[in-house]
T-cell receptor, first 113, second 114 residues
Framework: AQSVTQLGSHVSVSEGALVLLRCNYS??????LFWYVQYPNQGLQLLLK??????LVKGINGFEAEFKKSETSFHLTKPSAHMSDAAEYFC???????????FGGGTRLMVKP | DTGVSQDPRHKITKRGQNVTFRCDPI?????LYWYRQTLGQGPEFLTY????????KSRLLSDRFSAERPKGSFSTLEIQRTEQGDSAMYLC????????????FGPGTRLTVT
C-alpha cells in the first residue's frame, strides 16, 4: 500500500531563512505527488503537483519541490520564509491508477520574526 | 467564487444523534471525495464518487456512515448514532478525471460530538 512520510512534525525557521520540508513516498512506481497547505480552521490549498513532466516543480507563493526517484523524495522548499507561510503542510501521493490521495502526517511550519 | 463549498462549517451534536453534511463541488468536476481529518493528523480517505456512482469506500467508513451524490452534483455525508470518536474535520474535495486527479478541497465541516 502507498505510504507517505513527512520527517519532522514541527519545523521552525526565522523570517527570511530557507524553508525545507521533507517528504518521502513508498512505491515502486512513482505516483503523482502533491503538496498542500492548511491554515487554521480551513481546508487544504494545493501548492504544487508532480505528474512526471518535470522533476523540479514550481508552485504558488514562491514554493517549489524537486522529485528525486532515486531517493523516493519530494521535498518542498522556499528560499526565503515569510511570516504568512506559517501553517501546516501536507505531502500527498496518488497512485497513477488510483483515485484517493494518501497523506503524510503533516509538518507545522513556524516562522520566527 | 466557484470553489468547493461545505455546509455547515461547524456542528456540535450529542452522542447518539444523526448528522448530515453537504458538499458542493466545483461545477465542472465529475469526481467528489470525502476525507476525515483528526487533530494533528493528515486527512484520511473515506469514499469517492464519479458522477453519481460511489466507486470506492474505505474500511474507515463504518455502517453508520453513508454518502450519496444523487444527481452527480452535490453530495451528502450522513453519520448515524454519532460517537465521540467521530469528532473530526470532514473534508470534501473534487477533481476532474482528466487532470492527474488534482483534487481541490473545501473548507471542511468540523464535527464535535459531546
Amino acid at each position: 500500500a502507498q505510504s507517505v512520510t513527512q520527517l519532522g512534525s514541527h519545523v521552525s525557521v526565522s523570517e527570511g531563512a530557507l524553508v525545507l520540508l521533507r517528504c518521502n513516498y513508498s512505491s515502486s512506481v512513482p505516483p503523482y505527488l502533491f503538496w498542500y497547505v492548511q491554515y487554521p480552521n480551513q481546508g487544504l490549498q494545493l501548492l504544487l503537483k508532480y505528474t512526471s513532466a518535470a522533476t523540479l516543480v514550481k508552485g504558488i507563493n514562491g514554493f517549489e519541490a524537486e522529485f528525486k526517484k532515486s531517493e523516493t523524495s519530494f521535498h518542498l522548499t522556499k528560499p526565503s520564509a515569510h511570516m504568512s507561510d506559517a501553517a501546516e503542510y501536507f505531502c500527498a501521493a496518488n497512485p497513477r491508477a488510483g483515485n484517493m490521495l494518501t497523506f503524510g502526517g503533516g509538518t507545522r511550519l513556524m516562522v520566527k520574526p | 467564487d466557484t470553489g468547493v463549498s461545505q455546509d455547515p462549517r461547524h456542528k456540535i451534536t450529542k452522542r447518539g444523534q444523526n448528522v448530515t453534511f453537504r458538499c458542493d463541488p466545483i461545477s465542472e468536476h465529475n469526481r467528489l471525495y470525502w476525507y476525515r481529518q483528526t487533530l494533528g493528523q493528515g486527512p484520511e480517505f473515506l469514499t469517492y464518487f464519479q458522477n453519481e456512482a460511489q466507486l470506492e469506500k474505505s474500511r474507515l467508513l463504518s455502517d453508520r456512515f453513508s454518502a450519496e451524490r444523487p444527481k452527480g452534483s452535490f453530495s451528502t455525508l450522513e453519520i448515524q448514532r454519532t460517537e465521540q470518536g467521530d469528532s473530526a474535520m470532514y473534508l470534501c474535495a473534487s477533481s476532474y478525471s482528466g487532470r492527474a486527479n488534482e483534487q481541490y478541497f473545501g473548507p471542511g465541516t468540523r464535527l464535535t460530538v459531546t
